[in-house]
């Protein structure tokens, strides 16, 4: 039987879903919700409804996995407890600062509907994640390193796009060159946030919007901007268009520890992500988590959990037989 999956949401992480379930032949999608009149939705799959998130407690027997394509400044905290007392839910919530509210949140909803919730699913958090377990494990005595960048970060583009006055905004996190080749190098620098990174925005206004009100809202945003060198630019609709239309990112997971009687050895694990879409990338991580849900879920497990609580084995869509011969 095939995994029926949802998306709630259909911008570029809706998309991406709908693309990477045609990799995942164990998997059919069955419905997309939108805020939007659902006539205007255009999906890729043919026979596949397109209904309005006004309709989506219709679905609560039709549905094994809701995928909540929402951004994490605004929608997520919303929907995904909302929904979690509805169906099975995955999300990508990627404001590190409040994950612990969000897992309580979705927990308490979850467990209270026997449904599953698995947040904060894509690359970081997500792979990135794990990444920082498992080299914490193997190397207790180190420190930890993430670059990220230089690429679009779709949290952040969100978050200026909530503001009042901006009609179109990318943002480019990118890492200070000198401080990832001092980590890279093995001499263990004191960072802070400010030194590691800096933050390129472009935005387009509406007209008439006041651009040092946006500016000002824009480097003072905590857990998005206020901790960062931060740049605005502000350039036409054209200009955005044929410079910003791409979706590229990437960066570097670091830990740099010590073994020994002495502590005299050193290690670096480095694991790097260079991705041609963050958001096609992102989904199909989502994709992998949806299953693993669906996989719980089955064996009778609720409330919250985040990528870190699932079997690697859980992800996959291959046997366990196969991955012990070809993988292991």
């Known amino acids: 039987m095939s995994i029926r999956i949802g998306i709630m949401g259909y911008g570029n992480l809706g998309r991406g879903v709908e693309v990477a379930l045609r990799t995942a032949s164990d998997m ?26 006004d309709e989506v407690e219709k679905w609560a027997d039709k549905i094994d996995v809701m ?3 929402g951004g994490s400044a605004t929608d997520l905290p919303v929907m995904t407890p909302k929904y979690a007392k509805m169906f099975n839910v995955v999300d990508s919530f990627d404001t590190h600062a409040r994950i612990p509210e969000h897992f309580a949140n979705v927990d308490s909803a979850a467990k209270e509907a026997g449904k599953i919730g698995v947040i904060s699913c ?57 401080a990832l ?27 008439g ?70 958001p096609e990338f992102t989904t199909s991580v989502l994709i992998c988590v949806a299953r693993a849900a669906y996989r719980m879920h089955q064996e009778g497990m609720t409330g919250c959990k985040t990528i870190l609580d699932i079997p690697p084995i859980y992800f996959s869509e291959k046997s366990a037989e196969e991955i012990r011969a070809h993988l292991l």
């Not at 390129?200 to 007209?207: I, N, R």
Request: aromatic share 10%.
């Open 28 to 53: 059919e999608l069955v419905a997309v919700f939108t805020r939007r009149d659902p006539a205007t939705v255009k999906i890729l799959t043919d026979g596949v409804t397109v209904a309005h998130v």
């Open 67 to 69: 995928i909540l394509c």
């Open 122 to 178: 894509g690359w970081d958090p997500g792979m990135f994640s794990l990444m920082r377990v498992y080299a914490n494990a193997i190397l207790p005595d180190g420190k930890d390193y993430t670059f990220w960048g230089k690429g679009v970060s779709q949290g952040h583009s969100d978050a200026i796009r909530r503001i009042e006055g901006v009609k179109n905004a990318k943002q480019y996190t990118v890492p200070v060159d000198s």
């Open 181 to 207: 080749e001092a980590v890279r190098n093995g001499e263990n620098p004191e960072l802070t946030t400010r030194q590691m990174h800096t933050r390129e925005c472009f935005v387009v206004l509406e007209e």
């Open 209 to 278: 919007a006041d651009a040092a009100k946006v500016e000002k809202e824009i480097k003072e945003m905590p857990n998005y901007f206020a901790d960062y060198d931060t740049t605005v630019n502000f350039i036409s609709e054209e200009e955005f268009k044929a410079n910003h239309s791409g979706m590229a990112h990437g960066g570097f997971v670091f830990r740099s520890g010590k073994t020994g009687l002495n502590k005299e050895h050193n290690h670096i694990i480095e694991y790097s992500l260079k991705l041609d879409s963050n």
